[in-house]
């Protein structure tokens, strides 16, 4: 159940993403020519969070990670292979996740004179209340592609995120969405002329 609140916790926040965009951040390695490889194999990913999820729910966010990761290369023209060994790219994910706890502050600013003053006026809460306490999670998800001859990540996508929201399934979508916008940051295939 933890598990799904982490990864729902990076997946929430991405929920959103469609209508805006996340920043990605990319790493391209300058020695090797992306365009021209033209296949993948899936590796499989890791989840970095702080309690160890439900397998079901670590299971169901891998499969739908790849499905997303998968359909956006293939997209791209690259082929999925099954076979590591025949393939130019490996492709992997690493997810992580942190939560912690702030302090919403319910009173910002001065109130207005009429809000204080009229006799319908709200009460002003007493200096003694203690201020609201809110979970936040930030999740992050790394996308390596790797290039097969060289052993050496070929290029990185990276996308950080925040949310505030517990479920397990909206916090795996937004990691699904993650890893989507990542994917589409990647170089498209180039067929050699």
Do not use: Y
Not at 110 to 129: F, K, N, R, Y
């Amino acid at each position: 159940m933890r598990f799904q609140q982490w990864i729902v916790a990076a997946s929430a926040a991405l929920v959103g993403a469609c209508a805006i965009p996340l920043k990605v951040d990319t790493f391209v390695a300058p020695d090797v020519n992306l365009a021209g490889k033209s296949t993948f194999a899936w590796k499989g990913g890791e989840f970095a969070l702080p309690n160890t999820p439900a397998p079901a729910a670590a299971e169901s966010a891998s499969a739908q990670i790849r499905a997303a990761v998968v359909s956006e290369l293939t997209h791209k023209g690259f082929v999925e292979t099954a076979d590591p060994a025949a393939a130019d790219l490996l492709v992997s994910f690493q997810a992580s996740a942190v939560r912690r706890t702030v302090l919403t502050e319910g009173r910002i600013g001065a109130p207005l004179p009429s809000e204080v003053l009229t006799a319908s006026g709200q009460p002003i809460p007493a200096a003694s209340e203690l201020p609201r306490e809110q979970t936040v999670r930030e999740g992050t998800l790394v996308i390596f592609v790797e290039d097969r001859a060289s052993g050496r990540v070929a290029w990185r996508g990276l996308v950080d995120v925040e949310t505030r929201t517990a479920s397990s399934e909206a916090n795996i979508r937004t990691a699904v969405e993650m890893a989507r916008q990542i994917a589409r940051e990647f170089p498209a295939h180039r067929p050699a002329h």
